[in-house]
């Protein structure tokens, strides 16, 4: 079983900047080092949406196009971990975010589906 806890989130103003973290553990959480990591994000009275997607190695990431040239993924495969740094963020990113582990048949990587071990999330907030 792999555990997911993200952290990092919290209270920041419009135009401010927060680095979340993932970590992995459990018996098998190396795991999370064999496959695509992303992170999703969900608001009050929204379904949860892709936010970003960092591949195996690293090597390719994708960002859904209200986040791109703001957000960075990134990951570190010797701690387990995957990162989100979040910068000129918006009143509109504020919400749950939570990390997450792809199967490992893959599929459409920018659905939630596709993810099989999830985080419990972290809230950021956004003031105006």
């Known amino acids: 079983q792999v555990q997911l806890v993200e952290s990092g989130g919290g209270l920041v103003q419009a135009g401010g900047s927060l680095r979340l973290s993932c970590a992995a553990s459990?018996?098998?959480?190396?795991?999370?080092?064999?496959?695509?990591l992303g992170w999703f994000r969900q608001a009050p009275g929204k379904e949860r949406e892709f936010v970003a997607r960092i591949s195996q190695s690293g090597g390719s990431t994708a960002y859904a196009d209200s986040v791109k040239g703001r957000f960075t993924i990134s990951r570190d495969n010797t701690k387990n971990a995957v990162y989100l740094q979040m910068d000129n963020l918006k009143p509109d990113d504020a919400a749950i975010y939570y990390c997450?582990?792809?199967?490992?048949?893959?599929?459409?990587?920018?659905?939630?589906?596709?993810?099989?071990?999830w985080g419990l999330g972290t809230q950021v907030t956004v003031s105006s």
């Open positions: 459990g018996g098998t959480s190396s795991y999370v080092t064999l496959v695509t």
């Open positions: 997450a582990a792809a199967r490992p048949a893959g599929g459409n990587l920018n659905y939630a589906g596709a993810y099989i071990y």
